[in-house]
């Protein structure tokens, strides 16, 4: 396989999943920083605790899911989980930094007639421009140095450079 698809492969992956995990990372930790709601707290740490499962004892089980709905050898195997909250670190990280922004922000929004997602994409999303920067690095760091998880499902025309390469 040429270099350049490999190329082209990681780029894709890259730029999917900091959209992605930038999208339901920053949603997910506006819901655990800024909303109250009973068992926030508790869920929270439910979700933190998943950081303690190695990425290994998943891929079974995923490959399995994902060859029953038929995407074994698609990109949507890597990307679809960057849509829906992948990266708990990247929700913790987004909460923590969340909660340093003054409450009193979101409460004059919200006297002025302001909704909650109004708030999060106009008063919170801008303050994140400074975290920004560190995660989307991170992000594209993590997927494209991403060896183990194409090995199972995915073609091998399919494949980032790390892995097209090996």
């Known amino acids: ?3 350049y698809r490999f190329f082209l492969n990681t780029l894709l ?3 999917i999943t900091i959209v992605g995990v930038g999208i ?4 997910v930790a506006y819901g655990f920083s800024r909303l109250r709601w009973r068992g926030r707290d508790t869920l929270f740490y439910v979700m933190l605790s998943t950081l ?3 990425f290994f004892a998943t891929l079974i089980p995923l490959f399995v899911l994902y060859k029953k709905f038929h995407m074994v ?4 195997p890597l990307e679809i989980p960057t849509f829906f909250g992948s990266s ?3 929700t913790f990280l ?3 930094f969340f909660m340093t922004i003054p409450e009193a922000l979101s409460d004059a929004a919200r006297v002025d007639g302001a909704n909650e997602f109004y708030i999060y994409s106009r008063i919170i999303l801008p303050w994140r421009s400074r975290l920004w920067r560190q995660w989307s690095c991170s992000s594209s760091y993590t997927a494209g140095t991403i060896t183990s998880a194409p090995d199972l499902h995915q073609q091998p025309g399919v494949v ?4 097209g390469w090996a």
Do not use: E, T
Request: glycine share 4%; net charge positive; aromatic share 18%.
């Open 73 to 76: 050898g698609w990109y949507l």
């Open 160 to 163: 980032p450079l790390s892995l």
């Open 52 to 54: 303690l499962i190695p």
């Open 88 to 90: 708990v670190f990247s």
């Open 94 to 96: 987004l909460r923590q």
């Open 13 to 15: 992956y890259a730029a």
């Open 1 to 3: 396989m040429p270099f």
């Open 24 to 27: 339901s990372s920053s949603l």
